[in-house]
């Protein structure tokens, strides 16, 4: 499981440091692609292939939207390998998309990990508390999906 956020920046190679905590579930390799809110999502390769399995591979071929979506999560996706000191590269047109620069936010999210620029972690965060939701925002959120 992914758990916890941290601050780093990718070098002039492209390459970030994955946290060494997450290491070692992505044994080696990974699929790296485009998520949602202008962030990346970093898929272990199992969870890339339960995926692709569970929600990809049984969109209708016949309805054009179905087809569109499938294209959109394939062309986005990059196999990376990550080397003996946790550097994995991020291809050019996915940092364009992130817009990572320099400063970035590693953040675990249970079974796959989002990589967002600083810039855009920033405009999530609330400026007067720092925080996603306030604690009203998340009351409200639990009792919505029955915690």
Same mark, same amino acid.
């Given at each position: 499981?992914? =758990? ?12 970030i440091i994955v946290p060494a905590?997450? $290491? ?13 809110? $202008? ?12 995926? =692709? ?12 939207? +179905? $087809? ?8 986005? +996706?990059?196999?990376?390998? =990550? ?11 996915? $940092?364009?998309? +992130?817009? /990572?620069?320099k400063d970035l936010v590693t ?5 796959? /990990?989002? =990589? ?32």
């Amino acid at each position: 499981m992914f =758990v916890g956020k941290y601050y780093n920046s990718i070098d002039s190679k492209s390459r970030i440091i994955v946290p060494a905590k997450f $290491r070692d579930e992505l044994e080696g390799r990974c699929i790296i692609a485009k998520a949602l809110d $202008r962030c990346l999502t970093i898929y272990p390769k199992d969870q890339w292939e339960k995926f =692709v399995e569970e929600k990809l591979d049984i969109l209708p071929t016949g309805n054009p939207q +179905a $087809r569109k979506l499938r294209r959109h999560f394939y062309s986005s +996706a990059a196999e990376c390998d =990550v080397d003996k000191q946790g550097r994995l590269t991020i291809p050019q047109d996915l $940092r364009e998309y +992130a817009g /990572i620069e320099k400063d970035l936010v590693t953040i675990g999210s249970n079974k796959t /990990i989002e =990589v967002w620029s600083k810039e855009y972690w920033k405009d999530e965060i609330d400026p007067d508390t720092g925080e996603l939701m306030n604690a009203s925002e998340v009351a409200e959120s639990m009792e919505q999906y029955g915690f």
